[in-house]
């Protein structure tokens, strides 16, 4: 598909404003970033410092005010609304924080859409559906309606979905925001597994704990980046899998979720 | 995605909301089976005129003064018995065969207690019989006797027979018609309807006792003409044209203070009005088709806002612009084809039931044409909302809650 030497994501001064004149917001205000393939990145940032507006971009929802973005060596700003929509389809893959499955539509459905909107042969789509079900550890459930499921599981499906174009990039906006402590880890498991496949992922989060799952951490502060460097583990009483509260001690009741 | 997976989506989604659904539905329910029963009930008024046109027979003349003439004032150009008597002359009018005087009344006939207001109490002479085609089904008619002696007797219809006698035999009883007692000696065959009226709400009498003891010795309302045969209608309209003008010291030129109608003419007359009303029921019917067809618009849009979230995710899985559009399209259609076809089936069954006197006659063309309209209706009512739908952007989509 695309030449190996290409970084997945390379983006030049990237500005991002809303509104203009006196209201004038300015979401991110020149990020600059390249991703190579098969890194797993984590972006990091209090509400407000444009994490969410860098991933829309990065995920061709939006378009950035100005700067330079390439996807797999191609400039998404030159595409029209269908090159977009196929660029979203082929190359990256979305796990979003809500667990963004169609309602009343069975597992298997869910995960085939990416391939259906691909136009991919209904036997084919199946086969491949499931073998991405297996991958996140959910095939027995490929029939269930999403809301039969866990919200752990939902989430996996989310995963499935977005892996099983095979698409360059898989990009997780706080996938682990709406989860308890043994969902969060499984499904940061999955994309520590992904990862070992070889898959580039890019994390976006705000828990300093989701983001030691990666192996690089971008952080943003006012649209800035202000630090981009290999993980630096945290003391190892506060390592953390996943977990969104403290570890409990294991002679200490544990608190009610 | 295929047609049938985008169908099978669309069921689904259709299904998802039973109650909003079938409201939707029914508008166009409604309007389908309207548009259906209402030309069926203007096709089977037009197929009973058609009949009754070959029951009449196209060899009679109605004569009838023409209240819009103005005429010159000073003369008297009311219909007489005179004139009936002059158009009886086979010198005058070689090509008439029979000539029958008609007064008629809307009267109240009361048999022991039971009232029945007939539409038509007709006095007239035998004549009139074999010019409408009338049969008697039991006893006899009246004859030229009894309209010289001036008795008092009467042939019923089946509907004042039926609504005064209640299953006893008429033949033979007695009715009071304005205070003056007559006697049934026959009944009239059943005749087919029109549409306009019931052609069975009818009570035929010696003239002469009509005038004498109902309506009082004034012009006559009609008189009827009846040609030797079919091909000299014609000839006939204009030797009894001819007559009157002579006889009534007409001008010849100018408005007539009659008509000459053949009962073809007339019947084109009726069949036209019939017409007129088909198209204003359709008209109507085809409104309420359109009422639905906004309640599909306003369903859709609520669709779309509903699932504005979905259409985001959608969007970031990468689907086109064009299968979006299909998709709530196809929702759209989905709705109103199924309200076509419960349509259809309301209308086929309203159609075993007489509407308005008349049986109903679908034409096989209105049903494929009210589904063609119903598909029609879904793809042009639905196409905003799914435009809209398909038209979001993916970031505004997903940031809605």
Known sequence: ?257 | MTTIEAIRLALRAVVANKLRSGLTVLGILIGVAAVILLTAVGNGSAKAIQQSIEQLGSDTLTIAADTRAGGPAIQNTSLTIDLVDALNNRDAAPDVKSVAPVVTSAQTVNHEGTDHSVAQFIGTTPAYLSATNDSIARGSSFTADDVTDRRRVVVLGATPATKLFRGVDPVGKQVTVGGTVFTVVGLLSQKGGTGFGDPNDVAIAPITAVQEAVTGFGPLNQILVKAVSGDRVTAAQSQAQSVLKDKLHLPGTGNQPFRVLSQSQLLAARDDTARTFTVLLAAVAALSLLVGGVGITNIMMVTVTERTREIGIRKALGAPKRTLLTQFLTEATVLSLIGGLLGVVAAIVGSQFTILGVDPQIAPGSIALALGVSVAIGLFFGSYPASRAAGLRPIDALRYE
């Open chain 1, 1 to 257: 598909m695309s030449a190996p030497e290409y970084p997945v994501i390379e983006a030049h001064d990237l500005v991002k404003t809303y509104g203009n004149g006196e209201t004038m917001v300015r979401a991110l205000s020149g990020v600059s970033l390249s991703v190579q393939r098969g890194e797993y990145l984590a972006i990091m940032g209090a509400s407000g410092s444009g994490k969410t507006t860098l991933m829309n971009i990065l995920g061709c929802l939006d378009v950035q005010t100005s700067g330079r973005y390439l996807l797999d060596g191609v400039d998404v700003s030159t595409l029209d609304d269908r090159q977009l929509a196929r660029v979203r389809n082929r190359r990256i893959g979305f796990v979003f924080q809500t667990f963004s499955l169609i309602a009343r539509t069975s597992i298997l459905s869910n995960v085939e859409l990416p391939l259906a909107y691909a136009g991919m042969k209904a036997a084919d789509r199946r086969r491949r559906a499931r073998r991405a079900l297996v991958s996140v550890g959910l095939a027995d459930r490929a029939d269930c309606e999403p809301s039969q499921l866990s919200g752990g599981q939902q989430q996996r499906v989310a995963v499935a979905r977005a892996l099983v174009t095979a698409p360059a990039l898989v990009l997780a906006d706080e996938p682990t925001g709406n989860l308890d402590t043994r969902a969060s880890g499984d499904v940061l498991e999955v994309l520590d597994r992904l990862n070992q496949l070889g898959r580039t992922i890019v994390l976006i989060t705000h828990d300093q704990r989701v983001a030691q799952h990666a192996k690089r951490l971008v952080e943003l502060v006012d649209g800035r980046v202000v630090s981009d460097d290999a993980i630096k583990p945290l003391p190892r009483e506060e390592r953390y899998y996943g977990r969104h509260r403290p570890v409990t001690l294991r002679d200490t009741e544990a608190v009610s979720a």
